[in-house]
């Protein structure tokens, strides 16, 4: 193991507070190891938790092994021990009953169920139904800042929308519309399901590109075809729609055909701020037959007290998602997604920097609190339930730092923390990932949208400063290119497949740089007499 490489020099100039010295933060460093790290990957991504799916043996089975972490590091649960339940409502479709039509101009236009078209149902009753038109949408934005709706004043009550996913292309005369290159909210398939129902539309249809979506329509089969889990509607909230789906991009460019409609034209009027639905006259008839069922997961929970009278009511939040797939169709004879990568290893990072803050003598001013947060992969699911149901008021919350995926790679010089450019939190960021010999950098690939698309979100929505601590690409003693090869490789062969195992040959060392710069940018924040801000007021991505 390659011990604290860049350390060395670097702690010379972690004269941080008087209160700890940096002997004492470097002793704390050193306790982050490969072979603990090692184990608490190996366990956690075993087959035997079956994947780690909420509500099941295993899933439980990863929620009391990392409880048990937390008190074995002294940590305190916060009024519900260390598990906080988290309520979900498991919907399925028994595909083998299932009626599903498409028409265009008279005529039935076939399909392959599963490797064309993926739909999941979004109501509790026996069988969800839909039948109507079809309307294409565009992207369906509706954007005041940027002077946009796609909606414009169609009657949409009633009808089934087709939308593209990611936002409206950012033309040469308007290079910042929408971010220009990168993603923002509205080009996440969620809100185009979260617009449908504020519509009062039947159902939403979302065609799979691989470009936006930023994985292929495997992943869309590995995600998409088993049971879909949501939290239980409270007052006030839009009724759920019947129907979701996916359409594969070649399916829905001969769907349209069939209706006399090109998908590539479409693109193009989709890109204009002028554009009005289409009416497609299509319909689609579909009975689904649901099962449902209600089941509970947790949010694990630990905190470490901070030192000062007044600051120690506020807390930094770390998260890491302890859920993933379970069991699922089968892959070259393995069904079982053990999703090592994601997200057993950065539940391995938190209860490691978690055990090395119970070794300060002088704890920060600020409380920290670690979650490891339920059924983020169903969609953020039980980051949303604790900023919905917080144990410690969000007005106390003053920054949440997220792990997800970490480096199994090797060491890296650069590091990207997605989000940490909104606000302050990137002087953090940045000061110590140069003592740590590493350089960040922004996010490569901003139009993934992938800000959106973890536990961080969930905070940042609510207003609180936060980030995702990514891993860097360019790896130690590696040609260039090679990071960015070996990670375009995984994506597109274990991203959500059972081959994302654990391998006793994983190299760990970038792990800990990872672990170790969490640490230092936690203790900063929780040091600090200032609060971490985001730089302006449309920095923070509350979106409805």
Do not use: C
């Amino acid at each position: 193991m390659r011990q604290l490489a860049p350390l060395a020099g670097a702690l010379a100039l972690l004269a941080v507070t008087a209160f700890s010295t940096p002997q004492e933060l470097r002793r704390a460093l050193e306790t982050i190891t490969a072979p603990d790290l090692r184990a608490h990957l190996r366990f956690l991504s075993h087959d035997l938790l079956q994947g780690r799916a909420p509500g099941t043996a295993g899933g439980r089975t990863a929620e009391l092994y990392i409880a048990g972490e937390f008190e074995r590091a002294g940590l305190d649960g916060v009024g519900v021990a260390h598990l906080q339940p988290v309520p979900l409502l498991g919907l399925s479709l028994d595909t083998a009953r299932l009626e599903l039509e498409f028409r265009a101009r008279g005529r039935s236009v076939p399909f392959t169920y599963h490797d064309e078209v993926l739909l999941w149902p979004g109501v509790e009753d026996a069988q969800a139904a839909a039948d109507g038109e079809i309307v294409f949408v565009g992207y369906g934005v509706r954007a005041p800042e940027y002077r946009w709706d796609d909606f414009k004043d169609a009657q949409l009550q009633g009808k089934i929308l087709l939308f593209l996913v990611g936002d409206p292309p950012a033309p040469p005369d308007e290079p910042r519309r929408f971010d220009g290159r990168a993603m923002t909210y509205y080009g996440r398939w969620n809100y185009k399901v979260e617009e449908a129902e504020r519509l009062g539309a039947a159902g939403a249809l979302l065609i799979h590109t691989p470009w936006n979506a930023g994985y292929p329509w495997s992943v869309v089969q590995g995600s998409w075809s088993g049971e879909q889990l949501s939290l239980p509607r409270s007052a006030g909230q839009p009724a759920p729609l019947p129907l979701h789906g996916w359409l594969a991009q070649e399916f829905a460019a001969r769907l349209l055909d069939a209706a006399g409609l090109d998908l590539a034209e479409l693109h193009v009027q989709a890109a204009r701020r002028d554009f009005r639905p289409v009416p497609t006259g299509i319909t689609l008839r579909a009975r689904m037959p649901v099962l449902a069922r209600r089941l509970e997961s947790a949010n694990v929970v630990g905190l470490l007290r901070g030192r000062d009278p007044e600051l120690a009511r506020e807390v930094v939040v770390l998260t890491a998602h302890h859920d993933h797939l379970g069991i699922g169709p089968a892959v070259d004879g393995d069904s079982i997604y053990n999703g090592a990568y994601d997200n057993a290893s950065g539940v391995a990072l938190l209860l490691e920097i978690a055990q090395a803050f119970t070794t300060l003598e002088s704890r920060p001013r600020r409380s920290l609190l670690f979650i490891a947060t339920a059924a983020e992969e169903a969609g953020l699911l039980g980051a949303t339930h604790y900023v919905r149901n917080p144990l410690v008021p969000l007005t106390h919350t003053v920054a949440a730092i997220n792990l997800d995926g970490a480096n199994l790679w090797g060491e890296t010089d650069d590091v990207t923390a997605l989000g940490a450019e909104r606000s302050t939190l990137a002087r953090t960021v940045e000061a110590r990932a140069r003592q740590l010999g590493m350089t960040l950098v922004p996010d490569r690939a901003p139009e993934l949208g992938l800000f959106f698309r973890s536990d961080h979100f969930a905070f940042a929505r609510a207003g609180i400063p936060a980030l995702l601590l990514d891993h860097g690409i360019e790896f130690r003693g590696r040609p260039d290119g090679w990071g960015a090869a070996v990670l375009d490789e995984w994506a597109a062969r274990h991203y959500h497949r059972p081959s994302d195992e654990y391998r006793p040959d994983l190299q760990l060392a970038g792990a800990i740089q990872q672990a170790r710069l969490a640490f230092l940018v936690a203790y900063d924040i929780a040091e600090s007499p200032e609060r971490p801000a985001w730089l302006e007021p449309g920095q923070s991505p509350a979106v409805r």
